[in-house]
């Protein structure tokens, strides 16, 4: 009896490397404040993983392996900008990077719950939801656009944001 090969191990990264992009880039977001140097230090993680991909052993923890490249990479930021006014201590940058993988399971279970909610609402609440939110967005501009008074609009999104945090609640309340 022939057994069939296993799955291609490059592939199997490839599968694991898209499944964690988006969890990877808030890992270096929460350690990161500048979204642009985020964003940076996002594309040389991906640039050393894809290096380094045949160093990663399969059957263990693909994001912790590849959150602790952007650990490095995190700290290599950090020497080459030592010179600005704002730089964080190797020590503070293991202890938030340890905070965040400890808190990451809860936050995406909270950033999944708030997803489904978020597709639960009618689509005039989720379109006011993306406009509001969408960059660089002034509330006072999207209510002059669409014939409402700006308080309107602040109290419509304080309804739709209490219904989001009441549906991420009961949402976990039931998974636990």
């Known amino acids: 009896m022939v057994s069939e090969p296993g799955p291609d191990p490059l592939e199997r990264c490839l599968e694991l490397f898209e499944l964690h992009q988006k969890r990877l880039s808030l890992y270096i977001r929460a350690l990161v404040p500048d979204p642009a ?8 993680t991906n640039i050393v993983v894809w290096k380094k991909v045949d160093e990663f052993r399969p059957g263990t923890d693909f994001f912790l392996w590849i959150s602790r490249i952007a650990h490095f990479q995190i700290l290599e930021q950090r020497r080459r900008r030592a010179k600005s006014r704002i730089s964080f ?88």
């Open 89 to 176: 201590s190797p020590e503070l940058i293991d202890q938030l990077t340890q905070s965040t993988l400890e808190a990451e399971p809860e936050l995406e279970r909270r950033r999944a719950a708030l997803e489904n909610c978020r597709r639960k609402l009618a689509a005039s609440d989720r379109d006011l939801l993306e406009a509001c939110y969408a960059p660089l967005a002034r509330v006072e501009d999207i209510a002059s656009r669409s014939g409402r008074a700006a308080t309107s609009l602040y109290r419509s999104l304080r309804r739709i944001r209490q219904m989001l945090l009441d549906c991420v609640e009961r949402t976990l309340s039931m998974e636990s």
């Open 37 to 44: 140097e985020a964003e940076e230090i996002l594309h040389e």
